[in-house]
């Protein structure tokens, strides 16, 4: 079975300050790991995924996120927060060779603040 | 944009009515999938859909059922709703073989 767990529900963070959502996963195979975005009323949208090429990720707007295999983590990053950063984070399993068939962690909501 | 539409935005059903929910994909995304989000959750997979046969299930019971036609369009059919029935209801698409998923600004079903 694989899972994610989000560590934070909310996150706040000052304009200009660098964001941090912390991510753990569980899976008995080789995982498929991504961060997705959610603003209010559009869809999800693809941040940046590992399929073990590289353990740092680069993705869009700036965001970043680094596979830490012994700690079981794939937290996200980004150096200094923009206003429009503010919505719903989602860290994604899913296995290898598994199709398309994505376990979501429950979310973490960013407030980035003036 | 995504190129995944679907519709209604919104609907409101009573307890024990059936719904039908509608997706249309891009072009040539012959894989799409269903995902239910409840509110404050994390979608959560019902089921996929490749070459209008079903390819894998989540943890949902029969009365959750789709259809997917050759012209890229899909449906999600709930029977008997129930009122923990009640969320977002999201379609993404992909291309065969890929794992980048294109979703949808979702349905929002409320069961009353």
Redesign the interface.
């Known amino acids: 079975a694989q899972s994610v767990t989000q560590l934070d529900s909310h996150v706040s963070v000052s304009e200009g300050t660098p964001v941090l959502l912390r991510c753990n996963y569980s899976s008995s195979y080789s995982p498929s790991l991504f961060w997705y975005v959610q603003h209010p009323n559009k869809g999800l949208q693809l941040l940046l995924k590992y399929t073990s090429a590289a353990t740092l990720v680069k993705g869009i707007n700036g965001f970043e996120a680094e596979f830490k295999k012994s700690e079981t983590s794939f937290h996200l990053t980004k150096p200094s927060a923009h206003m429009s950063d503010a919505a719903e984070y989602f860290c994604v399993v899913s296995i290898t060779g598994g199709g398309n068939k994505l376990t979501f962690g429950t979310g973490t909501q960013l407030k980035v603040e003036l | 944009e995504?190129g995944?539409t679907q519709s209604p935005t919104h609907l409101i059903k009573t307890r024990g009515q059936q719904v039908t929910l509608r997706c249309s994909s891009q072009s040539g995304h012959n894989?799409v999938?269903w995902?239910q989000q409840a509110l404050?959750?994390?979608?959560?997979?019902i089921f996929?859909y490749y070459r209008e046969e079903e390819?894998?299930r989540?943890n949902f019971p029969p009365r959750f059922s789709g259809l997917q036609f050759p012209n890229y369009s899909s449906e999600l059919n709930v029977n008997a709703l129930e009122l923990d029935d009640s969320a977002l209801y999201?379609c993404?698409s992909?291309y065969p073989g890929?794992?980048?998923?294109?979703?949808?600004?979702?349905t929002q079903l409320s069961v009353l």
């Open positions: 995504t995944v894989t999938s995902y404050g959750q994390g979608p959560q997979f996929q390819n894998g989540g999201l993404a992909s890929e794992e980048k998923l294109f979703f949808g600004s979702g």
